[in-house]
């Protein structure tokens, strides 16, 4: 099983960005979904989860400005970034813990990470 993140890059203070993973591979179902941040020299830390139910969380300096959402159907969670500042250049990581068969076990899966400066 693989994600694949996609759709970071440079975007001015106030702008918008909106990533996509998609996970791929032999999956019978996926459970949480979220995106996680590197700032640079500093340590990855949470940006948002949500369940497979759809219930959410956001870390409190994305909330309000940063929406989660994902298609089950096609295995990919979103990441809508509103009012992007400069403290919010990262590299973006999403994760998945999937379950490959039926009666097998979950296992956490990293995507690649992409992209995202925000210049002033």
């Known amino acids: 099983v693989q994600l694949q993140a996609s759709g970071g890059g440079l975007v001015q203070d106030g702008g918008s960005l909106r990533l996509s993973c998609a996970a791929s591979?032999?999956?019978?179902?996926?459970?949480?979904m979220g995106w996680y941040r590197q700032p640079p020299e500093k340590q990855r830390e949470l940006v948002a989860t949500?369940?497979?139910?759809?219930?959410?969380n956001y870390a409190d300096s994305v909330n309000g400005r940063f929406t989660i959402s994902r298609d089950n159907a096609k295995n990919t969670v979103y990441l809508q970034m509103n009012g992007l500042s400069r403290e919010d250049t990262a590299v973006y990581y999403c994760?998945?813990?999937?379950?490959?068969?039926?009666?097998?076990?979950?296992?956490?899966?990293w995507g690649q990470g992409t992209q995202v400066t925000v210049s002033s």
């Open positions: 591979g032999s999956i019978f179902r996926i459970g949480d």
């Open positions: 994760d998945a813990v999937v379950q490959k068969f039926r009666l097998s076990s979950y296992v956490h899966i």
């Open positions: 949500i369940t497979n139910n759809g219930a959410i």
